[in-house]
């Protein structure tokens, strides 16, 4: 490292003590507050525009040549560096690559609450219509929350509707979203009705993952995708009775030899046949 950074020794230091306490939503919002762990997730954040409020770096990272050219780029004051030992009491990984950030709600660009969330109020320009969106009702495994995510990117989509999810912004969340938390346009709804308005608003169609007697089998040609959102439910309960009411049909996926797939997996079918 070319610069000169302040030395955490201890394991009980108030900043550490402080970001270790980040692994808590609670937590997270009451400082607004958020942390990435992994030199993967540290570099998507810098593409994003995104700089940490804190960096720490352990000792066992600090000849990677990359890593501590990007880490040379911020203001010194925000970068620590500590031993292996003090560094363990951050990490979540079983092979924790050295580099643990925490990040500002204040400079996330991408994320919006549709009602009562901590994040700025979502405003769409009246010229701004269409779309393609994911509507995701009380998902709850951070992991297939991030797949969502990231599946969302790859396949172009204009943003995500949480309704009652895990957070998107937890650090496993983060892990299994690869960086697409930090690019994807977010918006955050008090309840399914609210996350279906907004949806409406832009003039998409609303279309439920769900089997019923009126379900529509998903082809190359219906139901229209074009300017679509599709809903899905909670890995266990699916959908609510509430959210298949809201929308305008049902639509499945045909397949053979099981049942059902996994949420995330059926959320990337959905999101890549909006895109086709």
Do not use: W
Not at 42 to 65: H, I, M, Q, R
Not at 184 to 210: H, K, M, N, T, W
């Amino acid at each position: 490292m070319k610069n000169e950074y302040s030395r955490i020794t201890a394991r009980q230091n108030p900043l550490i003590k402080m970001l270790s306490g980040l692994d808590r939503r609670r937590e997270r919002d009451e400082l607004r507050l958020f942390c990435a762990e992994g030199k993967t997730l540290f570099y998507e954040a810098l593409s994003n525009g995104l700089f940490p409020k804190y960096a720490v770096v352990a000792d066992k990272a600090a000849n990677d040549t990359r890593l501590t050219d990007m880490l040379d780029r911020l203001p010194a004051e925000s970068v620590f560096t500590v031993p292996d030992s003090v560094y363990e009491k951050l990490s979540d990984e079983k092979s924790p690559e050295g580099i643990f950030c925490a990040f500002s709600y204040d400079s996330v660009k991408n994320r919006f609450s549709c009602g009562s969330g901590p994040f700025p109020q979502v405003f769409m320009p009246q010229t701004v219509r269409g779309g393609n969106f994911i509507i995701l009702e009380k998902i709850q495994d951070p992991g297939n929350l991030g797949s969502m995510l990231r599946s969302a990117v790859a396949f172009g989509l204009d943003g995500a509707v949480l309704c009652g999810t895990c957070d998107p912004f937890s650090s496993k969340t983060l892990r299994g979203a690869m960086g697409a938390a930090f690019s994807l346009p977010i918006y955050e709804a008090d309840d399914i009705a609210q996350g279906v308005g907004f949806v409406r608003s832009l003039g998409c169609s609303v279309y439920a993952a769900v089997l019923d007697k009126n379900s529509v089998t998903l082809s190359h040609n219906e139901p229209d995708m074009e300017n679509a959102c599709v809903i899905i439910g909670n890995e266990g309960n699916g959908l609510s009775s509430e959210a298949k009411a809201l929308a305008d049909l049902s639509v499945i996926i045909p397949i053979k030899g099981i049942e059902s797939l996994n949420a995330a997996t059926a959320a990337a079918v959905f999101m890549y046949e909006m895109r086709k």
